[in-house]
């Protein structure tokens, strides 16, 4: 039985609704019509037994502005149920985790597993008990976890352990402990447990924004710990994690250099794993920002970029990020060594042997 509370004071313009009880074909019903759409707060739901039957009933209420309102959050669980393959179960899972209930989305996601046999959804699966055995510090099953991930991403059965990351000093040490003590404080007060409007107050605070800023910065501290152990597996899912918090968090003002950095990485990472197709998609995702990099970051991405669109035989593309670098040397002479310039010159002279074969 749903019970609706609500005034015309705090009907939206959008989302009008109206009293036809004189309209309606049954005498003496009294019948309010809503706009298809309408969104109502659920403030109230309790469950009694009427003759060992369940009966159910949610207390709504109409609240001014409130698709408006929830607007923010709602692009967020469109985002999340993209990322884990328009699989609303899944997102189901993945979202329990993040608002606290962390028991129940272990459980989801262990089912989702027994019941799954497509290996994209195996490997969110996997990727949600790792999140959740890695906070729970349990290291047996994290790693286990771990390598199920990769199995199934990549095909790689012996993966080095996370014993093998080098985490030589107390800083390092602090920094993995930094980070994983910020994720879990930037999703506790967006718990299930909490009201709407505790749950939109807390998503519009600057508290909130600050802590997703420091949680970025802080992860892609551990990335470089990880790519200098050669962690290239483990070091993508903290990589996509960042650039997840940032696509979802359209209102928090991230550096846009640490996205472009994570697409570099990322390239940098499926090129060391031999996957061709997606190194080349991440380093094209870097040229698509809107971002300058520093000049010689800059080179060095053009010329990665250029290597692997030769060995996609993409002549023409990768001639084209040659030609860049050196122009960026011939525009300034304090720019790149004459070893350097030698070697753009002979990479562009290479490919252009391949675009137009010598008689």
Partial sequence: MFTITASKQKASSDSP???????????????????????????????????????????????????ERIEPLHQTFQIMLEKHANDSLLCLAAFLVTSGKVSDGKDLNKEFLRKMGDRNKQYDCYEGLFLITNSENDTEEAEFMYRKMNEKKFGLQQLPTTESVRITTEDECNDFHTAANLLSNVYSQLSVDQSADEILEYANSNRYRNNLEQTAHATYTIVQTLLESGLYPMAILFLEQIVYIMKIQTNVSFDPLLKVRCFIQLGHCYRQLNDNINALEKYRLVFEQDV??????????????????????????????????????????NIGSLRECQHTEERIRRVVSRLIPME
């Fill in 17 to 67: 609704f109206a009293d036809i009880s004189k309209r309606s074909q049954f005498s003496g019903e009294e019948e309010i019509l809503f706009v298809p759409g309408q969104m109502f707060y659920i403030d109230k739901i309790d469950m009694r037994l009427e003759e060992e039957i369940k009966v159910y009933s949610i207390e709504m209420s109409l609240q001014d502005k409130c698709q």
């Fill in 292 to 333: 300058r990099l520093p000049t010689n970051e800059y080179i060095t991405t053009l010329n990665n970029y250029g290597m692997m669109l030769e060995d996609a035989n993409k002549y023409e593309d990768a001639l084209y990020q040659y030609i860049k670098i050196a122009e960026i040397y011939n525009s300034d002479a």
